[in-house]
C-alpha cells in the first residue's frame, strides 16, 4: 500500500515540478524519472496482489458527518490488473514524449507534461477507490486533464473542436453517473461500494423500473467515455488531436478504463439478477454494433491516427461483447459466462497493449516526416525499420493473427458468444442473436487485418515519400518504448497462461459467487492453453510453441536457401507498362486503398453524406428561441420599465 | 469580542480617513484599512469559534419601542464564513482597485479623485460586516439599507447615463425588498414584540409564513432572484472590482445569508416556505441559464451565472427546510465556494478589460498565449463554478444534488439544478475556448502586456484561495452540521 502512495506522491510531484520548467529536455526528464519510479511502485503493488491473491484496504479521509464517503483504497486483482496497464503504459509513454515534444517547437512544454503526469494520477485513482463520490471526482478529473491535453495545440481549429466535443460530450455522461450516484445515496446513506451494493439489492428487489434506470444512467456514463457508438461520436474527432505519445495513452488505457468501470459495477457492484442478463445483452448489443460501424469506418479513413481512433472504438466493441456475454451467462452457466468475461477483460490487457503501441508509431511517423496523413507518407521502412517492425507487431495483433496476443483474447470473443447456442437455458432469440454477434465479429476481425495492411502498406511500404528533414533521425528514446510494447505483444501471445491466470484472479475476486476453478475451465501447459466450456468437454485449444516451433523451422529453411543457394538478385526500375510516369502519379497511396469498397459503402440520408456507415458532414447545431419567449424572460421590457413610465406619468399628472 | 467589534469599526474608520486623499494615497489608506479588518476578523475567526459554536456579545443597551433593545454583535460558524468571505475578498478587491482605477486603464480610465470609491467600498465592506455579525432582524435592517446605498453609488460612479440609469434601478429595486423587509419587521414586533431571528417560530401560523415571505422577497430583491433580478445584469456598468465585490462575491450574498440565518434559527418552518423558496430559485436558475446563451458581454455572462448560482444557494436552503441537513449545508458550502471563486472571474475579466480595453466576447480571442495567468484565473474559476471536480463549486453543487434526491418532494427540483449545470458547463466550456484558445484577434494583438502588479497579486491569491476554498469552509460547514 506504501508503494501506491508513493506512486501518487511522486506523479504529484512531478506535476507540480514540471509546471515551473520550460526547458524541454529537463521537464521531460523529470518526467520520464518520476513516471518510472510510479511505474515501478506500481508493478511492484500489482505482483503482490497477484501472488498472494489479496485485497489491500486503507480508509484515508472521512466526509462525515457532511457526506457518508470516504477516501477508501481498495485494491483487488481487477483493480491491479488495470494498475498494471497504467504502469507499463504510462512508462512507455513518457519515455517516448521526452524526446518527441521536439517535433512540437512553438509549444512549451509547460502545458504538456503537468496534464500529463496529473492524467496519470487521476487514473491510478480512479481503479483504486471503492467510493462512488472519490470515484466521481477522480473520473471527472481524468476528463479534465485529457481535455486539457486534448486542446495542447491550442491554434489548431479541429483541437478546439475535438475538445469541446470531447470535453461537452462526456461531462454530461457524467452528469449521469453523478444522477445514479445521488439516487443510489438516497437509499443507502453511504458511498461506499458495499453500502450500495446492499441498496442495490434493495432497488432490484423493490423497483424494477428504477433499478433500470441507475443501470441505464451508469451504462450510459462509461459506453460513452469508452467510445462505444452512437455515444462515442467524439472519438475520432479527439484521439487525433493531442501529441501521440498522449493519443496512446488515450487510446490504450483511458478508454479502457470506461471498460474497467463498466465491469467494476456490473460484476461487483451490481447484484447480480436477471437486470445483469439484461444488461449484459444491451452491453452485447451496443458492442456489436460498434464493432462493426468503427471498423467498417476505419477502412475509409487516410490519417494514422484517425484510422486507429476509428479501431479504438471497434476494438472496445469487442470487449464489450465478451463482457457482455459473460454478463448474460454468469449467473445461468458460469462455465461460459466466465470465459466470455476473461475474453473480453483479456482483450482489455492485449487492447491497451498494441493500440498503445500503434499510435506510438503513428507519432514516430509524425516525428520523422510532420503528418500523419498516409497519402503523403511512404517507404519509411527504410529509415526507421525499428518502428516499422514494432509497427507491424501492433497490427497483426490488433488483427488478430496468430502468434500474437490479440488472437486468443479474439478467439475466446468468438467461441463463447457462438457457443450460446448450446445453453439450454436461454431462449430461441437470444441464441440466435449471440450466433450472428459472433459471425459478424468474427467477419469484422477480417476488416481490421485489411485496414492495418493499408497502414503499415502505406506508411512504412513502397517509395520513400514525406522525409522533410533527414537530420531528424528517430532516436532510441522514441523507439525503445514501442519495442517494449511489441514483446508484450508477442510474450502475452505466445505464453497465454501468464496473462490468462491473472485475469481468472481479476475476474474471480470482483465476484461475490463462487466460480469454476481456473483448472477446470483452462488447462494450461508452458506451451498454450486449451479451454473447456463445459463440465468436462474440452472444446478448444492454442498451443503457439508447437505452432511456432514449425514456423521458426520453416522460416529458418527459407533463410537458409536465400543465404547459401546463391540465387541472384538485381534492382531494376519500376516498369509501368511502357508508358512514362513521374513517381508521384504511380504511387499507390493510402487513398487508393479499397476504392470499390468505399464507393459501395457510401450512401445519402437526406442531406448527411455516410462512408461506411459513419456520418461525414453533420449539419452544425443551431439553437434558436422565439423573440416572445426571450422578451418573457426579460420582465424589465413588459413590466418594470412600462409600470415605471405610468408612474411617472401619474406623477405628473398630480 | 474585540476582534469582532474592531472587525466592524475599522472599515468605517478607513472609510472616513481614505475619503480625505484624493490621489493615490486613498488607495493605500484603504489597502491598509481592508488589511487591518482583514488581519481582525481572521483573529476573531480562529480565536473563538473553533472553542465555542455560539458566542454573542452584548454591546449597548437602550430603551427603544418600549422595551430594552440591545445593540448586540454575534459569532458562529455561518457568521465566520460570511466574515471569511467579505473580509478577505474586500482586501483582494481594495488591492485590485489599487491598480484598476488608474487612467492607464484600457475599457475606462478613471481620473483622481479617487476618496470617494474607496470611502463606499471601505463603508460598504463596514456595513457587510454589520450584516452577518448582527443578533436580530432590526440591526441586520441598518446594515441592510447601507449596502443598498452603497450600491447605488458605486453603480453610478462613472456618472454617465447608462450608470446613473442602472443605479437608479439597482436602487429602487432592491428597495421594494427593503420596503417589505421594513413590514416584515412591523408585524413580527407587533406579534411577537422581538427582532429575534427564531422570533418566527413564536409567531401564529397564519402570519408565520407570510412574516417568512416578506422577508425572502426582500432577500431576494437583494440576491437578484426572480421576479426582481433584472437589475444585476444593468448593473455590471460598474467598476468590474465593484461587481467583482458587490454583486457577486458580498452584497448579493446578504440575502441568501438572511434566508440561511432563518432557517437555522427557525427550525419549524413549514413546507411552504420551502416551496416558496424552492419554486422561486429553480425559476431563476432556468431563467438565468436560457439568458445566458443570448449574451455576449462576459461581465454579463458572470452577471447571469451569479443569479444562477444564488439560485443553487437558497435551493441549497430550501431542501435544507423539506428536511435534509446535507442539502442545507451544501447550499451555505456554496456560499464561499462560489464567492472566492465568482470574485476570481470577475477580476479576470477585468484584467482582461484592463489590457485589452473589450469585454465581448467577438472581440477577444487567443489569449491564452499573450496573458496565461489571466488565462488560469479564469479557467479556475470557470472549472469551479460549473462544479468540474475537484474544484470547489463541485463539493458544494454536490452536496445540493444529493440534499434534493434525499427526499421525494425535492427530486424535480435536483433534476432541474443537474439540467442547468449542464447548460451552463455547455455555454461556459464554449466561451473559455473561444476566449483563451485558438488564434489571437486583433484586440489581443495590439493590447498591452502591462497589468499593475496589485492586479497580478491579487488574482493569484484568490486564484489559490478558490482552489482551496473547499478546505476552509468544510469545517465551518462541519460546525454548522453538528452544531444545531
Known amino acids: ?654 | 469580542m474585540d476582534f469582532l467589534l474592531l472587525t466592524l469599526i475599522m472599515p468605517f474608520t478607513g472609510a472616513l480617513i481614505s475619503y480625505f486623499f484624493k490621489d493615490k494615497n486613498s488607495g493605500i489608506f484603504a489597502v491598509f484599512f481592508a488589511l487591518i479588518t482583514l488581519c481582525f476578523s481572521m483573529l476573531n475567526v480562529f480565536s473563538e469559534v473553533f472553542y465555542f459554536p455560539k458566542v454573542t456579545y452584548n454591546l449597548i443597551s437602550f430603551n427603544w419601542l418600549n422595551s430594552d433593545f440591545v445593540f448586540s454583535l454575534q459569532n458562529d460558524a455561518l457568521t465566520s464564513i460570511m466574515l471569511i468571505l467579505i473580509t478577505v475578498i474586500g482586501f483582494f478587491v481594495v488591492l485590485y482597485s489599487y491598480g484598476y482605477m488608474s487612467p492607464k486603464n484600457a475599457d475606462h480610465p478613471f481620473h483622481e479623485p479617487y476618496g470617494s470609491y474607496y470611502f463606499l467600498i471601505l463603508l460598504f465592506i463596514g456595513a457587510m460586516v454589520g450584516i452577518v455579525s448582527a443578533t436580530n432582524l432590526l440591526q441586520v435592517f441598518f446594515f441592510w439599507e447601507i449596502t443598498t446605498l452603497c450600491s447605488w453609488a458605486l453603480i453610478s460612479y462613472t456618472k454617465d447615463q447608462t450608470a446613473t440609469f442602472s443605479g437608479l434601478k439597482a436602487f429602487i429595486m432592491t428597495h421594494i425588498g427593503g420596503i417589505c423587509f421594513l413590514i416584515a419587521l412591523a408585524m413580527l414586533y407587533t406579534q411577537s414584540k422581538s427582532f429575534d431571528f427564531s422570533a418566527i417560530s413564536s409567531l401564529p401560523q397564519s402570519s408565520k409564513f407570510i412574516v417568512f415571505a416578506l422577508l425572502f422577497f426582500a432577500a431576494s430583491a437583494k440576491s437578484a432572484q426572480v421576479p426582481l433580478f433584472t437589475w444585476l445584469p444593468d448593473a455590471m456598468v460598474a467598476p468590474t472590482p465593484v461587481s467583482a465585490y458587490l454583486h457577486a462575491a458580498a452584497m448579493v450574498k446578504a440575502g441568501v445569508y438572511l434566508v440561511a440565518r432563518l432557517y437555522l434559527s427557525n427550525p419549524d418552518l413549514s413546507n411552504y416556505c420551502a416551496v416558496l423558496v424552492g419554486v422561486v430559485s429553480v425559476l431563476t436558475m432556468i431563467i438565468s441559464v436560457i439568458l445566458y446563451y443570448f449574451q455576449y458581454d462576459l461581465k454579463k455572462i458572470l452577471a447571469y451565472s451569479t443569479i444562477g448560482h444564488l439560485g443553487y444557494i437558497l435551493l441549497g436552503v430550501s431542501i435544507g427546510i423539506f428536511g435534509s441537513k446535507t442539502g442545507a449545508m451544501g447550499g451555505i458550502f456554496h456560499i464561499i465556494n462560489h464567492g472566492f471563486a465568482k470574485g476570481l472571474l470577475f477580476l479576470s475579466v477585468g484584467a482582461i478589460a484592463y489590457a485589452t480595453g473589450s469585454k465581448s466576447i467577438q472581440e477577444l480571442g487567443g489569449l491564452s498565449s499573450k496573458f496565461p495567468l489571466l488565462s488560469a484565473c479564469f479557467l479556475v474559476g470557470m472549472f469551479s463554478i460549473v462544479g468540474v471536480p475537484p474544484f470547489s463549486g463541485f463539493w458544494s453543487k454536490f452536496m445540493i444534488f444529493t440534499g434534493a434526491f434525499e427526499n421525494i418532494n425535492t427530486v424535480v427540483f435536483g433534476v432541474i439544478a443537474i439540467l442547468e449545470s449542464i447548460l451552463a458547463f455547455c455555454w461556459y466550456i464554449f466561451i473559455g475556448q473561444k476566449v483563451f484558445f485558438g488564434t489571437p484577434t486583433q484586440k489581443v494583438v495590439l493590447a498591452k502586456n502591462e497589468i499593475p502588479f496589485s492586479i497580478k497579486l491579487s488574482l493569484i491569491s484568490l486564484l489559490i484561495l478558490s482552489l482551496v476554498s473547499p478546505l476552509i469552509g468544510y469545517p465551518f460547514v462541519k460546525a454548522l452540521f453538528g452544531g444545531f
Not at chain 1, 496476443?405 to 437470444?430: D, H, T, Y
Open chain 1, 1 to 654: 500500500m506504501v508503494y501506491l502512495y508513493i506512486s501518487f506522491l511522486a506523479l504529484l510531484s512531478g506535476a507540480l515540478i514540471t509546471s515551473f520548467i520550460r526547458n524541454k529536455f529537463v521537464s521531460g526528464f523529470i518526467n520520464f524519472l518520476l513516471t518510472a519510479l510510479s511505474s515501478v511502485c506500481l508493478i511492484y503493488v500489482c505482483a503482490d496482489i497477484f501472488i498472494e491473491n489479496k485485497t489491500l484496504e486503507d480508509k484515508l479521509l472521512s466526509l462525515t458527518p457532511l457526506l457518508n464517503s470516504s477516501f477508501l483504497i481498495s485494491l483487488d486483482a481487477l483493480s491491479a490488473l488495470f494498475l498494471l496497464i497504467i504502469a507499463i503504459v504510462s512508462f512507455c509513454v513518457s519515455v517516448f514524449s521526452w524526446k518527441y515534444l521536439n517535433a512540437y517547437e512553438k509549444h512549451s512544454p509547460t502545458k504538456f507534461y503537468p496534464s500529463l503526469m496529473l492524467l496519470f494520477l487521476s487514473c491510478i485513482g480512479l481503479v483504486s477507490v471503492k467510493d462512488l463520490l472519490f470515484f466521481i471526482i477522480f473520473w471527472e478529473f481524468m476528463t479534465l486533464t485529457s481535455w486539457y491535453i486534448v486542446v495542447f495545440d491550442k491554434e489548431k481549429k479541429e483541437a478546439l473542436k475535438g475538445g469541446l466535443q470531447y470535453f461537452i460530450t462526456t461531462h454530461v455522461a457524467a452528469v449521469f453517473l453523478i444522477l445514479a450516484a445521488v439516487i443510489l445515496y438516497s437509499y443507502s446513506k453511504d458511498f461506499s461500494f458495499y453500502e450500495i451494493k446492499k441498496a442495490l439489492q434493495f432497488i432490484v428487489e423493490n423497483n424494477s423500473v428504477l433499478a433500470h434506470f441507475v443501470l441505464f444512467c451508469i451504462f450510459i456514463a462509461f459506453v460513452t467515455k469508452a467510445g462505444i457508438l452512437p455515444f462515442g461520436f467524439w472519438l475520432p474527432n479527439t484521439y487525433p488531436q493531442p501529441p501521440s505519445s498522449a493519443s496512446s495513452f488515450f487510446g490504450g488505457v483511458m478508454s479502457k478504463l470506461a471498460v474497467y468501470a463498466l465491469v467494476r459495477f456490473f460484476l461487483s457492484v451490481v447484484p447480480l439478477s436477471f437486470h445483469t442478463q439484461v444488461w449484459g445483452f444491451i452491453v452485447a448489443t451496443f458492442g456489436v454494433i460498434s464493432i462493426f460501424v468503427g471498423t467498417l469506418a476505419a477502412l475509409a479513413q487516410d490519417e494514422a491516427k484517425r484510422l486507429m481512433s476509428f479501431h479504438a472504438i471497434g476494438q472496445v466493441g469487442y470487449m464489450l461483447l465478451g463482457i457482455g456475454v459473460g454478463l448474460y451467462f454468469i449467473n445461468i452457466n458460469p462455465f461460459l459466462g466466465l470465459v466470455a468475461l476473461i475474453g473480453g477483460l483479456f482483450h482489455v490487457f492485449n487492447n491497451a497493449i498494441y493500440k498503445s503501441l500503434l499510435f506510438l508509431n503513428a507519432g514516430a511517423i509524425f516525428y520523422k516526416t510532420g503528418t500523419t496523413d498516409l497519402n503523403k507518407v511512404s517507404g519509411l521502412l527504410k529509415v526507421m525499420p525499428a518502428v516499422a517492425v514494432t509497427a507491424i507487431v501492433g497490427s497483426l495483433s490488433i488483427a488478430g493473427v496468430p502468434p500474437f496476443n490479440g488472437f486468443l483474447s479474439k478467439l475466446l470473443i468468438f467461441e463463447s458468444s457462438i457457443w450460446a447456442s448450446q445453453v439450454n437455458e436461454c431462449n430461441f432469440i437470444v441464441k440466435f442473436a449471440f450466433i450472428i454477434f459472433g459471425i459478424i465479429s468474427v467477419f469484422i476481425s477480417a476488416i481490421t487485418l485489411a485496414s492495418f495492411l493499408k497502414f503499415v502498406n502505406s506508411a512504412f511500404m513502397g517509395k520513400l515519400r514525406g522525409v522533410i528533414d533527414d537530420k531528424r533521425d528517430v532516436p532510441f528514446s522514441i523507439s525503445f518504448p514501442q519495442m517494449i510494447l511489441a514483446i508484450v505483444c508477442l510474450l502475452a501471445g505466445v505464453l497465454p497462461f501468464i496473462p490468462l491466470k491473472i485475469i481468472y484472479l481479476a475476474v474471480s475476486s470482483s465476484l461475490d459467487i463462487s466460480v469454476p476453478a481456473f483448472s477446470t475451465v483452462f488447462s494450461t501447459n508452458f506451451a498454450g492453453v486449451s479451454i473447456t466450456f463445459s463440465e468436462g468437454i474440452s472444446t478448444g485449444a492454442w498451443f503457439p510453441i508447437y505452432v511456432m516451433i514449425f514456423v521458426l523451422i520453416l522460416s529458418l529453411i527459407i533463410l537458409g536457401f536465400e543465404k547459401y543457394a546463391k540465387s541472384p538478385k538485381r534492382e531494376v526500375e519500376t516498369w509501368y507498362g511502357g508508358k512514362e510516369h513521374l513517381p508521384e502519379e504511380v504511387v499507390y497511396t493510402g487513398h487508393s486503398f479499397y476504392q470499390p469498397f468505399k464507393k459501395m459503402l457510401s450512401f445519402k440520408i437526406g442531406s448527411i453524406k455516410f462512408v461506411a456507415f459513419y456520418p461525414v458532414n453533420l449539419p452544425s447545431i443551431k439553437i434558436s428561441l422565439p423573440y416572445f419567449f426571450i422578451k418573457l424572460l426579460h420582465p424589465d421590457l413588459w413590466l418594470y420599465y412600462p409600470l415605471a413610465k405610468k408612474i411617472e406619468n401619474f406623477i405628473d399628472f398630480l
